[in-house]
């Protein structure tokens, strides 16, 4: 009787220590205090939603939330393997640029208490099987032709000058499209740049 209970404690034991690994590790805290106001990371509620608080940062009193992001879930896959946390928050010159854990970036302009913005690289923009898949844009440099076709829209007006008249024919090296000067210089600035865009809808509560 005693082998048969030591049996099932060790197969409980294991099943536990299964389940443990199975679940990702907790997200770390992240704030920070600017001017006065603390801003936090809410990883969890009650819905899909990824949301940032800003309260006084000596009363604790909540000035206002708002949502960053919202995940679309699969109900037939385990949640914690879905689950993308806020990882970094900074301010700069007014915004408050957000960061993921998957490396997408978002920026929040703390006057108007609105995400303004999402950016992250995105794999297609930038692709090429040949030199004359790429061209050269103002706003996002090197990228490839018609992926800026048809997705130009929302990306921004030009503040960069990365087609300037020093800047020549982009070229497809190790299949990304790469910005070179018309001395044949590369430009890494101009090359795999940042995709920003007007951000994506988020399901309005009831």
């Known amino acids: 009787m005693k082998q048969i209970v030591f049996i099932g404690i060790i197969v409980a034991l294991s099943f536990t220590s299964t389940m443990a690994w199975s679940k990702r590790t ?42 960053i992001y919202e995940l679309q879930i699969d109900p037939d896959i385990e949640r914690d393997k879905q689950e993308v946390f806020i990882s970094s928050m900074k301010v700069q010159g007014g915004i408050l640029l957000i960061t ?63 087609s300037s008249k020093g800047t020549g024919p982009a070229q497809c090296i190790d299949s990304i499209c790469v910005s070179f000067s018309q001395k044949g210089k590369r430009i890494d600035h101009c090359t795999k740049k940042m995709i920003w865009r007007r951000p994506r809808p988020i399901t309005k509560t009831q």
Request: net charge positive; charged share 30%.
């Open 26 to 67: 907790a997200p770390v805290p992240v704030n920070l205090v600017h001017e006065g106001v603390k801003y936090l990371a809410l990883h969890f509620g009650d819905d899909n939603r990824k949301t940032i608080e800003a309260r006084d940062a000596k009363s604790g009193k909540l000035l206002w939330n708002l949502a």
């Open 100 to 162: 993921n854990e998957s490396k997408d970036h978002f920026k929040v302009d703390l006057k108007l208490k609105k995400v303004v913005s999402q950016g992250g690289f995105i794999r297609e923009a930038y692709a090429c099987s040949r030199n004359e898949d790429c061209i050269t844009t103002c706003f996002q440099g090197a990228i490839n032709g018609d992926w800026y076709k048809k997705n130009r829209l929302g990306l921004g007006s030009c503040k960069d000058g990365c």
